[in-house]
């Protein structure tokens, strides 16, 4: 099967193509190329999709279309040049519009009403879930046939982010013991998906032709849960000091991702549900998913193996400003 990812160089979309040649697949992958190189055998076309047409020609005909752009006249082009083609679009759970209703299916959450004309995402961050919203109508209207997948926090080796790398470092510190912050309360639920796991579903859902629309997103855990498995799967015994988040938030901590962030942690109640969409329909079509422990072992490897690593969340230094100011309840 001929499949063209568009995109092959970062973090999903490369997981994507390398898992589909190594089971043999042709994958052809067309982007700039700018933020490093497509994996060894795939075939490279070169497409800077925000200024030049779509290299219909050069790629030829396709069997599956993988895109995840967020720009709707960017998926608008590339539809138009693979028509006959079956597209997994990978969306985002940004869609939904509201974020505290748990247990939640594409079947049950509200939507944020679709943007279709591209917007500048660093002046206007707000439009990232409309936008997306956008980019599926084009594909479900227009692909001869189509699958809809709206990950979660995806995390794994090759994270840009560092959202979930935060922990496996950080707990490997921990490895005789000593305290680490963490934020809201044990019981809070949380999810992720491996990078790993996405782009075997991904693939797999090519090679059958998947239809429909998912949400991409792992089993739902507590918060305290998923530290444990992140602590064993890096060695580590660590005393967890839970802090409230009112606490957090007075102290001057912010939530979920940046330098001054505790990742993982969200405003609850008002994000219960951005974290704990139910993946029983996801599981049912094909998703399997590997430990916790397993995705924290691989991504500290990943982590030291880079020369620069990307991070996120709190220095070391505020990180025990914050613990002797707010003892942990």
Not at 64 to 85: E, G, K
Not at 234 to 244: C, I, Q, S, Y
Request: one cysteine or more; hydrophobic letters at 40%; glycine letters at 10%.
């Amino acid at each position: 099967m001929r499949i063209l990812v568009l995109g092959g160089t970062v973090f999903l979309s490369e997981a994507v193509a390398a898992e589909a040649l190594r089971r043999g697949h042709d994958v052809v992958c067309a982007c700039r190329a700018d933020s490093g190189t497509v994996p060894d055998g795939a075939q490279w076309v070169r497409w800077d999709r925000s200024a030049e047409p779509a290299p219909g020609e050069e790629v030829g005909g396709v069997d599956v279309v993988v895109d995840v752009a967020r720009q709707p006249s960017w998926v608008r082009a590339a539809l138009s040049a693979w028509t006959d083609a079956h597209w997994i679009f990978v969306s985002t759970v940004n869609v939904y519009s509201d974020d505290s209703l748990t247990g939640g299916t594409p079947d049950t959450l509200p939507l944020h009403p679709a943007r279709h004309a591209d917007a500048d995402l660093a002046e206007h961050p707000e439009a990232y879930g409309p936008l997306k919203r956008g980019c599926e109508e084009a594909v479900l209207a227009s692909a001869a046939s189509a699958m809809v997948i709206r990950p979660g926090l995806i995390c794994g080796p090759g994270d840009p982010t560092g959202r979930f790398s935060y922990w496996p470092a950080r707990l490997a510190e921990a490895r005789a013991g000593g305290r680490v912050l963490a934020g809201g309360e044990p019981d809070d639920v949380v999810q992720i998906i491996d990078v790993r796991d996405l782009a075997s579903w991904i693939v797999t859902a090519a090679e059958q032709r998947t239809t429909g629309v998912y949400d991409g997103v792992g089993p739902v855990s507590t918060t305290s849960e998923l530290l444990e498995a992140v602590a064993a799967g890096v060695g580590a015994t660590p005393e967890l000091a839970w802090v409230p988040g009112s606490a957090l938030t007075e102290a001057g901590v912010e939530p979920w991702m940046g330098p001054g962030a505790l990742p993982l942690w969200l405003p609850r109640p008002d994000y219960d549900g951005l974290m704990s969409h139910d993946p029983g329909p996801s599981f049912a079509a094909g998703l399997s998913t590997r430990p916790v422990a397993e995705t924290a072992r691989d991504t500290l490897a990943w982590l030291r193996a880079e020369p620069d690593p990307p991070s996120t969340g709190l220095s070391r230094a505020r990180e025990q400003e914050v613990l002797n100011s707010l003892p942990p309840t």
